[in-house]
């Protein structure tokens, strides 16, 4: 990361990839092949500096096949441009008769974590009064939702920082676990500055990763278990804590329930015992529950690595109860925390693109919400249909007689994020009807029927969400290419031709202002907001975090005064057993699959950014040199990556900082190069998040014919 260069008179925005949202300028650059020159912003989260990503970001807004026009399948089976006015009369008249034919629930709506909030939000009330399907949900399934799911049973609320990134400066000690921010975001290393320097960033990681790095000479702690054994893990620290009484007895009797449960739990999760089932050992496992406890200043932070499991939620929720027992969440200097992935994971997960959640993160369910955001968008409550299906199951049932018949997919690229991708490949072959919005034609946008052209970030208006939960202004720094159309006005144009009750406006500011009145009173509330005082807030340099109800100030910390449940109190929550997983075998592998500082999610944009994908251009698998040896490998050498549901040749990368039993694969690349071909769809029993995070695989050398 690096500083700005000198002051600028440009577009205060945010960067278009992951949920720190570091702050930039973007300047016009007349006559040159990019539109735009970025430069980084003064901002709390991200203090000026960028990541690659980040500083070749414009690069986006210049890329040669760019989508301008609607493509349509033609008879012979090629895409092949249509305008506007035929894609979505069609378009309109094919969904009718399906649903004439199979009934509402025969369309389905695939969203993402990336769309901004008025867009997030305007899809979920499109789907379900335009469409009145309850098939809806996004990838975000993919990302947050065990997080969410376990912040929710024990805080009663969920967002992914409860307090503002910069109170991390002060802290020292913080433990992140499956996170490698050192990659993945990487102007968040300067808020580990002060643990580091006390000597107390805790790392769990079953790679030596560049975040793990920063724990040596002094740094931390680098702890480096079996991939797939967190939950042990998390269990034998809470087993410590207890046992030892390093537990905070006040904070636990005045701030929490269920501590005879908990403790029973954990009875028999004695360090040794965990270090049989984690490969950590004990004394290691005694010191780390040690540092955490004698911290002035403590932090746990999760991250995909330990919740994309399909025991994620019971994981996320037995490092919180770690962090209740130590009496962290809602204690100044101290905390528990997720890190979100998506740009707009937090937001997106907010507004109603949930299967289960209407706007302000209320439950689909509950009557009362019901009415209220029936009142909203001018229907009756009877007319928004009940809960749909979770992601993998909306992809895995797509064209069976009990699954959808169309799909309609926006800002998402499932072939190569959803788990066993070529799964999802052979479900969405069968339907009948593939949609896709997006601005490339990404490996989903192939395979649609329809492929509609659209806007990208920095060519309109709108509102994203952190990771801390600070609501964000997007604004326009150009004008977009003719023929692209923004998602708003696609969905006003379908909602007309389907003859759907509501208002469906194009502005965004007022699409704002609709999503603040249909949060009002819920969890995130952000009813005191509108784009106009975003901007002043802005220019005075204040946060507007939520929830933030009209009058109020927003909520830089939650949980000072209590929880959202309604005694005020959070729940430990007594979580048993690690989910049925099989382990390696003979010469099997576990699979690990995550990150590259070069690339962002399914690489639909970042393969397209030269400077990105020079630097990382194709799948690499990283393999310790001890098993690469074993195995007749070489570095630099092909490997071919298989198991029963799938196959990925990639180059070998032999290194020292991944476990021998162990291999990575990053998952930005796509087709035969993609790591999803090989992970289970295997989903977690309570938010359904697929176990992305270990695979069991067999390599062998691919050797020149
Ligand atoms: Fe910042 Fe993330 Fe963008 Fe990098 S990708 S510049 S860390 S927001």
């Known amino acids: 990361a690096g500083g700005g260069d000198g002051p600028s008179t440009g577009t205060a925005t945010h960067c278009p990839y992951c949920a720190l949202q570091c702050a930039m300028t973007l300047d016009p650059a007349p006559g040159d092949r990019v539109p735009v020159r970025v430069t980084g912003r003064d901002f709390p989260t991200n203090r000026g500096g960028l990541c690659k990503k980040g500083w070749t970001s414009a690069e986006l807004l210049a890329i040669p096949d760019r989508l301008t026009t609607p493509l349509v399948r033609g008879e012979d089976g090629e895409l092949q441009e249509t305008s506007w006015e035929t894609a979505l009369d069609t378009l309109a008249a094919r969904l009718q008769e399906l649903r004439s034919e199979h009934g509402p629930d025969a369309v389905g709506v695939f969203g993402g974590g990336g769309l901004t909030n008025e867009k997030a939000y305007q899809l979920g009330k499109f789907a379900r009064i335009a469409l009145r399907t309850s098939r809806i949900d996004y990838n975000g399934r993919f990302c947050m939702s065990s997080a969410a799911a376990a912040s929710t049973r024990a805080f009663g609320i969920d967002r992914g920082l409860p307090f503002p990134l910069t109170d991390l400066d002060t802290a020292d000690t913080v433990m992140l676990l499956g996170s490698n921010v050192g990659d993945t975001m990487p102007p968040f290393v300067s808020h580990l500055q002060g643990a580091r320097a006390a000597g107390g960033l805790l790392v769990v990681d079953p790679r030596r990763s560049s975040t793990a790095r920063l724990t040596e000479d002094g740094g931390g702690l680098h702890v480096q278990p079996v991939p797939g054994s967190d939950l042990p893990l998390l269990l034998g620290l809470c087993h410590i804590v207890l046992a030892e009484r390093l537990y905070d007895s006040e904070y636990v009797a005045a701030r929490t329930t269920g501590l005879s449960t908990l403790r029973a739990s954990v009875a028999s999760w004695w360090p040794e015992r965990v270090q049989q089932a984690t490969g950590v050992p004990a004394p290691t496992l005694r010191a780390l529950a040690r540092r955490l406890a004698e911290g002035r200043s403590t932090y746990i932070l999760t991250g995909r690595g330990v919740e994309q499991h399909a025991d994620g939620t019971d994981t996320a929720t037995a490092a919180i109860n770690l962090a209740l027992l130590l009496g962290l969440p809602g204690k100044p200097g101290s905390g528990y925390g997720t890190l979100t992935g998506?740009?707009?994971?937090?937001?997106?997960?907010?507004?109603?693109?949930?299967?289960?959640?209407?706007?302000?993160?209320?439950?689909?369910?509950?009557?009362?919400?019901?009415?209220?955001?029936?009142?909203?968008?001018?229907?009756?409550?009877?007319?928004?249909?009940?809960?749909?299906?979770?992601?993998?199951?909306?992809?895995?049932?797509?064209?069976?007689?009990?699954?959808?018949?169309?799909?309609?997919?926006?800002?998402?690229?499932?072939?190569?994020?959803?788990?066993?991708?070529?799964?999802?490949?052979?479900?969405?072959?069968?339907?009948?009807?593939?949609?896709?919005?997006?601005?490339?034609?990404?490996?989903?946008?192939?395979?649609?029927d329809l492929v509609l052209p659209v806007l990208q970030w920095a060519e309109e208006e709108g509102t994203m969400t952190n990771l801390e939960g600070r609501v964000l202004r997007r604004r326009r720094a150009l004008t977009a290419p003719e023929g692209a159309r923004s998602e708003l006005w696609i969905m006003a144009e379908l909602a007309r031709r389907l003859d759907a009750p509501g208002t469906w406006s194009l502005d965004p500011a007022e699409v704002f202002d609709e999503l603040a009145r249909a949060s009002a009173g819920g969890l995130a509330d952000y009813s005191g907001l509108s784009h106009v005082l975003l901007d002043e807030m802005s220019e005075r340099g204040d946060a507007a975090f939520w929830p933030f109800p009209v009058g109020s100030t927003g909520t830089q910390r939650l949980f000072d005064d209590g929880f959202a449940h309604p005694d005020g109190r959070a729940r430990l929550v007594a979580v048993r057993r690690a989910a049925h997983r099989r382990t390696a075998a003979g010469d099997e592998l576990t699979l690990i699959t995550g990150r590259l500082l070069e690339h962002y999610q399914s690489g639909a944009q970042t393969r397209r950014v030269a400077e990105l994908n020079d630097a990382r251009p194709r799948v690499v698998a990283q393999l310790h040199p001890v098993t690469a040896a074993d195995r007749g490998l070489t570095d630099g050498g092909l490997v071919r990556v298989s198991n029963t549901r799938g196959t990925v040749d990639a180059v070998v990368g032999m290194s020292p900082d991944i476990r021998p039993d162990t291999i990575f694969l990053p998952f930005h690349f796509a087709d035969a190069e993609s790591a999803n071909l090989l992970t289970s769809d295997a989903v977690d029993p309570i938010s359904a998040m697929p176990e992305f995070k270990t695979a069991i695989v067999r390599i062998e050398p691919i050797r020149s014919p």
Do not use: M
Not at 414 to 436: E, I, K, T, Y
């Open 342 to 448: 998506q740009g707009n994971g937090q937001g997106g997960r907010e507004h109603g693109q949930k299967a289960d959640q209407l706007p302000g993160y209320r439950k689909i369910t509950d009557p009362e919400a019901r009415t209220h955001v029936a009142s909203v968008w001018g229907v009756d409550a009877d007319a928004i249909p009940g809960p749909g299906v979770p992601a993998v199951q909306l992809l895995q049932s797509a064209g069976t007689d009990a699954g959808v018949k169309a799909l309609l997919v926006h800002g998402s690229n499932v072939v190569v994020s959803a788990p066993n991708a070529g799964a999802a490949r052979a479900a969405l072959a069968r339907l009948d009807l593939l949609v896709v919005c997006d601005f490339v034609l990404s490996e989903t946008a192939r395979l649609a």
